[in-house]
Each structure stands twice: as C-alpha cells, then as structure tokens.
C-alpha cells in the first residue's frame, strides 16, 4: 500500500515560495534569499517571492548603501523578470503598517491582502524562509 | 500545514505574524524561544488561548524545560511534544513554514 | 518519509543547529530518511572542523559528521555562503590560494542547486533559523 506522500510521480513541478520577512543590510538574510531565487529559476519549478512585514522594504525604492560602505543589491531584484520569476506578491497590510504603497516599490509586483498571502502560503509544496 | 514559531512573543512579531497568516486547519508548534508564549499567567495568555479556539497548538517540552517552565504551567489545550512528537506533527501537515 | 532540512545559522551563537540536528535525529528514530542537511547563511560555520567547544559542552560540528556517517546524511555547505565567510575545502582552498581548508568530515561543499534539488526531492523541507 502507498504512503500518502508517496503519490508525487517523478518530473513533477513543485510550488516553491520564498518568504522574506527581515529589512535589507541589518542581515543578510535579504541578499541571500535572492541568491537562492536566481539559481531556483534555473530548475523549472513554479516559484513565487512574498515580501512581508519588514521584507517590504527589500524592495523599497531608491536604496543608497553609499554611506553604509556595503553593496546595494536592490538593483537585481529588478533582474529577476529576465530569469522568468514574475510572481512576487506583497502584503497589502504590512505596506500600510509602514506607511508604505505600490508606488514605493523599484519592482511591478501583485499587492494582495494577508488573507489572500495565507491561502498562496497554503497552496505552495515547498516553504523556505529567510 | 504547520507552522513553526521560535521567537519569544515578548521580543518580536513573529507569533503575531503567524496568527494572522494560519489557516483555520493549521497546526502551530512552538520552539526554541517561541515556547514563552505558551506558559500560562504571561501577558501573552489571553492571545493564546484565542488561539487555540481556531488552531491546535503544540510546544517543544524539551525547550519548556531548558527554560525552567514545567509542561505543569503550559496553557490546558496546548499540546507538550518531544522531538519524535514534532517529527510525527511534519508526517501529519503536507508541508511547513518556519516562521523566524 | 525522505526528509530535506536547511539549517540557516552558525553553531552556539543560536539554537537553530541544535534543534535541526535533534529533529534529524527523531525523524531517524521514527524510521523517516534525512535525505539531506542543507547548511546556508552563517549556517556554513556548522561545516567547519575547527571549533574547540569547552569540554563540557556538546560539539555540534562532530554530532553533525557522525549523524550524518551513521545514517548516510548528505551534509552540504553552500558554496556562496562559504566563501564568504572562509568555510573551504582543499579544492576550494587550492582555486582560492588560500593556505588552508577547515571542512568537517561529512561535509561537502556544493551549490545552492543542491538546497533546490533536495527540495524537489523530499517530501518536507524544514527551515531551522534566526
């Protein structure tokens, strides 16, 4: 008899959402979740980004490290649409929080609410967080 | 689907975070730093327990004890699981989010 | 069940390692495959063979290799990750010109295709982090 989990045939693509909750440069958890989304595209999987609470502001516009002497790398967040990750989704609820809006972001991105980010979370086969 | 939280509620949002984001079958295992919300008599008490009224709720008794907090003053409907209780909670979701 | 775990923090500064490894640990018990240990972020730290623990103290670099020895875990640090943060192999060591290497036996140094790989492969992915 087959284990639930055992009724995945080979070849089948996954859902893989990546998580990004953490402001950029405090950590470098924000630099790094975009290295794994890069080489992640390269696998043919259906990947999805979702920027929440203070990972909002990975992609807030007009990012200057200049001071801070480390690289800015919001520029490749900009690259991702050449590596065919187009679905990056915002919480509409943590923008609002923080006084932010669609308008703030340097990418085109699906703003949708917490209940809407809740059921993609639920719809995904693989979860990582940074 | 189950959802890992190993963050003090008295420290960050990421309890908070997770509430809101659980569907109503989710289940919610508490670790590491995270079990402080699960001890009854805290500020975070009245949260929890209208918690529980939508999600079943666990915590890592290992952790509780690390901590000096006997599974005695654990929140009556959360769950005390050791590791082989958590890896059971992984066989029974589909899939988890790590809520850091 | 065929297990995949990213481990996303170094050892002793934060319990992220040893609570991945004590879940591995469980889930072998309860008869489950851990396919693979991914180790990411400050998480490569777990991958050197350098710590000196005081005695007393559990060594969570050697509990990895002999977990890992015992029930044939794939140990892998991200090679990004690892060259920034001086985690290196002998080939590594050599392509560098640096004068030594410090990875933990077990361990091998790989892409971020492997954390992808184990993913599409295993039927849970767990984050252990910070």
Redesign the interface.
């Known amino acids: 008899m087959s284990e639930p989990w055992e009724d995945e045939g080979p070849g089948e693509i996954k859902k893989f959402l990546y998580v990004n909750r953490k402001s950029p440069y405090g950590t470098i958890y924000a630099l790094e979740s975009l290295e794994v989304v890069l080489i992640a595209a390269a696998f043919e999987q259906d990947v999805s980004m979702v920027f929440m609470d203070d990972g909002v502001y990975q992609i807030k516009k007009g990012q200057d490290t200049q001071q801070i002497g480390m690289k800015n790398f919001s520029p490749t967040y900009r690259a991702l649409e050449g590596y065919d990750v187009e679905k990056l989704y915002v919480e509409a609820e943590s923008l609002a929080e923080r006084g932010l809006s669609e308008d703030d972001l340097l990418v085109p991105v699906e703003v949708m609410s917490r209940d809407a980010i809740a059921r993609l979370m639920d719809e995904q086969d693989v979860i990582l967080s940074f | 689907m189950l959802h890992t939280v190993n963050k003090s509620p008295f420290e960050r949002n990421t309890l908070a975070s997770c509430l809101g984001h659980a569907l109503p079958d989710s289940a919610i295992l508490l670790i590491e730093d995270g079990v402080l919300a699960a001890v009854q008599g805290t500020a975070r008490e009245a949260e929890m327990r209208k918690a529980l009224e939508t999600y079943s709720v666990s915590v890592l008794g290992p952790d509780l004890l690390a901590r000096g907090l006997s599974p005695d003053q654990v929140i009556p409907g959360i769950d005390v699981v050791d590791y082989g209780g958590f890896v059971e909670l992984t066989e029974n979701h589909d899939k988890v989010q790590a809520w850091l | ?1 065929k ?1 995949a775990i ?1 481990v ?1 923090e170094g050892p002793y500064q934060h ?2 390692s040893d ?1 991945a490894y ?2 591995c ?3 072998i ?2 008869g ?1 495959e851990v396919f693979r240990a991914f180790f ?2 400050d998480g490569v730290h777990n991958g050197s063979r350098f710590p000196i623990p005081p005695q007393d103290d559990r060594n969570i670099g050697v509990q990895w290799s002999e977990l890992a020895e015992a029930h044939n875990i794939d140990l892998v640090v991200c090679i ?2 690892a060259q920034r943060r001086g985690i290196l192999d002998e080939g590594e060591a050599k392509r560098q010109g640096k004068d030594g290497d410090n990875i933990a036996p077990g361990f091998r140094i790989s ?3 492997q ?3 184990a ?2 492969q295993c ?8």
Do not use: P, S
């Open positions: 069940m297990y990213l996303n319990q992220a609570t004590q879940f640990k469980a889930a018990e309860r489950h990411y972020h990004a990750a892409g971020l295709g954390l992808i790989e993913g599409i039927d849970r992915v767990l984050v252990f982090g910070d």
